[in-house]
């Protein structure tokens, strides 16, 4: 298993952070970030978050230092020049109709070979920017890779983009970074929802602390 992602993908990861995402964050909507220093440097890491607008990747993935895979529509990856940009950035493909079999197989993949990967727990977008619903296959894929558990609140982002909004409302955002929580000892469901559970918590107390 490896420590970390490519060289190629983690320099056109700063690249990227440094020149958009960065001065985006904190000129355009004044972005606070907490708990950084909770973020493991190296190996397979599960990043969890709640999720409430299409910045919140690039957001998530600034805010922990390292480049963060997510998963991405299979069409996208059929296009050929994207199709290597994507891929290079840690994007894998799933299909539409079966993601929670090929999300699976995806991301136990990219934690091999060193990538941090980001699961919204709720599985999409949420208008409150709170986890209802959650999934189980954050923790799955911790006990299977027995990768750790890191919990991010994104707070503001459901603001970004509102009903007849046509450019990005500069609104305050601020994300905060919980403690790694330790994965589960076996896959047994009672187990996953426990640990899930567990990361929902940790998520909704960062974000009850508001800006």
């Not at 004044?30 to 969890?48: D, S």
Request: hydrophobic share 45%; glycine share 6%.
């Amino acid at each position: 298993m490896r420590e970390r992602e490519p060289l190629i993908s983690l320099a056109l990861y700063h690249l990227f952070k440094w020149s958009v995402v960065s001065p985006m964050l904190h000129l355009y909507f004044r972005g606070r970030i907490e708990g950084a220093e909770n973020v493991p440097r190296l190996g397979p890491l599960i990043v969890v978050a709640n999720h409430a607008s299409d910045f919140d990747p690039p957001i998530v993935s600034n805010c922990v230092r390292r480049p963060v895979s997510f998963m991405a529509k299979e069409e996208l990856f059929k296009v050929p020049v994207l199709s290597q940009a994507i891929r290079l950035y840690g994007a894998y493909p799933v299909k539409r109709g079966s993601a929670d079999r090929s999300a699976i197989r995806a991301a136990l993949a990219q934690l091999e070979a060193g990538w941090a990967v980001g699961v919204f727990l709720e599985g999409t977008r949420t208008a409150d920017a709170r986890i209802s619903a959650p999934k189980l296959g954050a923790a799955l894929l911790a006990a299977k890779s027995q990768a750790p558990l890191l919990p991010v609140s994104i707070w503001g982002t459901q603001g970004i983009i509102t009903k007849g909004s046509k450019l990005p409302r500069p609104v305050p955002i601020t994300v905060r970074i919980g403690e790694p929580i330790s994965p589960p000892a076996s896959t047994d469901r009672d187990v996953l929802e426990a640990i899930t559970q567990q990361c929902v918590v940790a998520i909704h107390t960062l974000h009850d602390l508001g800006r």
